[in-house]
């Protein structure tokens, strides 16, 4: 079974511009979460998608923003990039809600110039 | 208010000997508690998952345990290997079951051959 794949892997973009980040969930699963990993703050929760609805929001800005399709595909968004956005943005599936590990994806590099 | 904190930044120990990884959270009462495992420029991989009843847990070389007095799991891996080497992640679920994850900052586990 193919495990989460992520496009891009690495990005380079310019303040003030936007990205959309994709993902692609193990087939099955139908919860996708975003994480943005950087060495000073570690592993933060972005947003949790299930059923093309997001259940939760981490503590980001409205400039971060995401979806997920009927096929569990899900994308993030982030408009007017910052400096402070450059980070690893990680992708993870699994099954159902709840009791079930979470797949990670190998992530997005994005650096912000 | 609610932090998650991991031991120690940076553990390192002799191949053959046991590693032990404390997790201990504050302000938080998590139904349930995961263990993973990240390598440089990857994402996490799941490791264990230990329910607030159960004591312990075991996998192969690993073992987790959770105290909910203490607030605090740790980490065992016996007869550590230099392929052990990682850094290990625990994560809980504040509104349990709502898949919205707060990851620990990380014990980078070297073993040293």
């Known amino acids: 079974k193919a495990g989460v794949t992520q496009t891009p892997r690495y990005l380079i973009k310019t303040r003030g511009q936007q990205v959309t980040l994709s993902c692609s969930p193990i087939?099955?699963?139908?919860?996708v979460s975003w994480y943005q990993q950087t060495p000073g703050q570690g592993l933060q929760f972005l947003f949790e998608y299930f059923s093309e609805t997001q259940r939760n929001k981490g503590n980001f800005p409205g400039r971060f923003s995401g979806r997920q399709f009927s096929n569990s595909r899900s994308e993030m968004n982030v408009s007017t990039l910052e400096l402070g956005d450059s980070a690893l943005y990680l992708c993870?599936?699994?099954?159902?809600?709840?009791?079930?590990?979470?797949?990670f994806g190998p992530g997005t590099r994005l650096t912000v110039t | 208010s609610q932090k998650i904190e991991q031991n120690s930044e940076a553990l390192n120990i002799q191949e053959g000997k046991t590693a032990t990884l404390t997790c201990n959270y504050t302000n938080y009462s998590p139904a349930y508690l995961q263990w993973y495992r990240q390598d440089p420029g990857r994402g996490p991989v799941f490791l264990l998952l230990i329910r607030e009843n159960e004591k312990e847990k075991r996998k192969e070389r690993l073992k987790v345990t959770f105290d909910t007095t203490l607030k605090q799991s740790l980490f065992h891996i016996t007869a550590s290997q230099p392929a052990d080497s990682a850094t290990y992640l625990c994560a809980l679920d504040p509104d349990n079951y709502g898949q919205n994850f707060v990851f620990g900052p990380g014990t980078r586990l070297s073993v040293l051959p």
């Open positions: 993870a599936s699994s099954r159902d809600r709840g009791l079930y590990e979470q797949y």
């Open positions: 087939s099955g699963h139908r919860s």
